[in-house]
C-alpha cells in the first residue's frame, strides 16, 4: 500500500489527511506542534463562502491609504518588514489588473461553490454535523457611504449567484438584538455558517483519522531526502527519518520554508492575525457579524464569543503585538454596546497569504511526488473539506470536479 506524508495538521492537513485514508491509502500526519495549535486554533469559525474575492481588487485599494496611516488601523505593516515585503507586494500589484481580478474571482468562487457539498459530507460522515450553526453572518454599514464602498463585494457575489439578503433599520435588530441602533444597514448572508469551535473540529477529525489507522507525528520538517527525482523521506529536527512514497505539503504559513528546500519558492506570507476570545461577553449572538468599513468580526464560538480580524505583516518570527487585539474588541463595542470584555484571553496566529489571494493546490512542479495544499488565507476552514476531496483526487489518479489550473504552484 503506498504510503504518504501530510505535513501540517491544520484543518487542512488534517482534512487532506483523512480523505487519502478514505481511498485507501497509508497517511502519516506530520506537524511541529499537533494537530490543531496553529492557525486552526484561533481562527474565526465561519464557512466563509461569500468572502473569496482577491485583497487586490479597487474597493480595498481604496481604503489602503487610510488604514496603513491609521496606528489603530486594521492593516499594519512593521517598518523593519518592509524590504522583505517588497517582492509579494510587486506580485499584489500584478493580481489587481482587472482581467486578473476576473480570473481570481473565478477561482475563489469554484471552491466556494463547492464548500458545502463537501464540508456537509465530511461532517456527515465523521459524526461531526452538529459542530456546524444553522445561522449566517451579518455584514454592518453605520451608513450609505459604507455600503457603497461595499457595493463591489456585493456587485460580485450576484455575478456568481451566492445568496444575500439586504437589510434595514429594525430587521437587523430583530435578527441580532445586541447591535447598535447606528447600523443603518446590514447584509444577511445565510450560508457563511459557524463551527461551534475550530480547534475540537480539528482535533475531532484527527481523532476519527487516528481511530481509523492512520499516524500522527509530532515534528518539524527540516529536510528531504531525494530519490532519484522523488522525495523519499522527510527529515525532521530530533533526526529522525520518515519515509514516504508520496508527499502533501501543508503547513500553512510555514510551507514556503520547506517548498525552498525543493527548490519551489512559493511567495507565500503571513498575515497575522489576533483575536480575544470572550467567555463572560454579558450578551448572546446568533450570528456572526462583520463590520467591513472596521475590519473586524465577532463570532460566538469555543463556548463564548470571539473578536478577531486585523491583518499585521511582520514575517513568521516577530513576537506578537497585543494592542492589536484590544483594538479588535475597541472596534467590537462600537457594533455591540453591551458587549464587557470579561475572562478573556488573547491570540495570534499566521495566516498564510499568497499575494493573488488564491490557495495553491495541486502536484509540485519540480518533484514527482509532491503535492501542495497551502496559502488559503482567511478562507482554511472554509476551503479545508473540498481541498482534502481535490487533493485526494490527485494523488489516486481521479478526475477533480473543477478544473485545478489556476491553483498550481508555478502560476507566479
Given at each position: 500500500m503506498p504510503s504518504i506524508a501530510v505535513v501540517g495538521a491544520g484543518v487542512i492537513g488534517v482534512t487532506v489527511a483523512y480523505a487519502l485514508q478514505r481511498r485507501g491509502l497509508s497517511v502519516t500526519l506530520v506537524d511541529r506542534d499537533g494537530p490543531g495549535r496553529g492557525a486552526s486554533y484561533g481562527n474565526m469559525a465561519s464557512i466563509?463562502?461569500?468572502?473569496?474575492?482577491?485583497?487586490?481588487?479597487?474597493?480595498?485599494?481604496?481604503?489602503?491609504?487610510?488604514?496603513?496611516?491609521?496606528?489603530?488601523?486594521?492593516?499594519?505593516?512593521?517598518p523593519g518588514y518592509v524590504p522583505k515585503l517588497v517582492p509579494w507586494f510587486l506580485r499584489f500589484l500584478a493580481a489587481s489588473r482587472p482581467s486578473r481580478l476576473r480570473e481570481l474571482e473565478a477561482a475563489g468562487a469554484a471552491l466556494c461553490g463547492r464548500a458545502h457539498e463537501d464540508l456537509d459530507a465530511l461532517l456527515k460522515e465523521t459524526g461531526l454535523a452538529h459542530m456546524l450553526g444553522a445561522e449566517g453572518c451579518l455584514s454592518l454599514y453605520a451608513d450609505e457611504a459604507e455600503f457603497r464602498a461595499d457595493r463591489d463585494h456585493i456587485d460580485i457575489l450576484d455575478r456568481f449567484g451566492f445568496r444575500h439578503d439586504i437589510l434595514g433599520g429594525n430587521a437587523i435588530r430583530d435578527l441580532e438584538p445586541a447591535l447598535t441602533t447606528k447600523i443603518a444597514r446590514a447584509v444577511l448572508f445565510p450560508d457563511n455558517r459557524s463551527v461551534a469551535d475550530p480547534y475540537r473540529l480539528v482535533t475531532a477529525l484527527a481523532g476519527q483519522f487516528q481511530a481509523l489507522g492512520g499516524t500522527v507525528e509530532t515534528g518539524e520538517v527540516v529536510g528531504f531526502e531525494d530519490g532519484g527525482g522523488d522525495v523519499s523521506a522527510l527529515r525532521l529536527a530530533d533526526g529522525r527519518r520518515l519515509a514516504a512514497d508520496r508527499v502533501v505539503l501543508a503547513a500553512g504559513a510555514f510551507t514556503g520554508r520547506l517548498s525552498k528546500l525543493l527548490g519551489e519558492p512559493i511567495p507565500l506570507e503571513t498575515e497575522r492575525g489576533y483575536h480575544t476570545q470572550i467567555m463572560a461577553p454579558g450578551i448572546s449572538m446568533r450570528h456572526s457579524i462583520i463590520w467591513p468599513a472596521r475590519a473586524f468580526m465577532v463570532t460566538p464560538t469555543a463556548g463564548g464569543i470571539r473578536v478577531g480580524g486585523t491583518v499585521e505583516m511582520a514575517g513568521l518570527d516577530a513576537p506578537p503585538d497585543y494592542r492589536r487585539a484590544r483594538v479588535l474588541v475597541k472596534r467590537a463595542k462600537e457594533a455591540l454596546p453591551d458587549l464587557k470584555a470579561e475572562a478573556t484571553s488573547e491570540w495570534m496566529g499566521h495566516r498564510p497569504a499568497l499575494p493573488d489571494t488564491v490557495p495553491v493546490i495541486g502536484p509540485s512542479a519540480k518533484r514527482r511526488?509532491?503535492?501542495?495544499?497551502?496559502?488559503?488565507?482567511?478562507?482554511?476552514?472554509?476551503?479545508?473539506?473540498?481541498?482534502?476531496?481535490?487533493?485526494?483526487?490527485?494523488?489516486?489518479?481521479?478526475?477533480?470536479?473543477?478544473?485545478l489550473k489556476p491553483y498550481r504552484v508555478d502560476r507566479f
Open positions: 466563509a463562502v461569500t468572502e473569496f474575492m482577491p485583497a487586490s481588487r479597487p474597493g480595498v485599494w481604496a481604503q489602503m491609504p487610510k488604514w496603513l496611516l491609521d496606528p489603530e488601523g486594521p492593516v499594519r505593516i512593521r511526488n509532491v503535492f501542495y495544499a497551502t496559502g488559503h488565507g482567511h478562507l482554511g476552514l472554509t476551503y479545508a473539506a473540498t481541498t482534502g476531496r481535490l487533493v485526494a483526487d490527485l494523488v489516486t489518479g481521479a478526475r477533480p470536479p473543477i478544473d
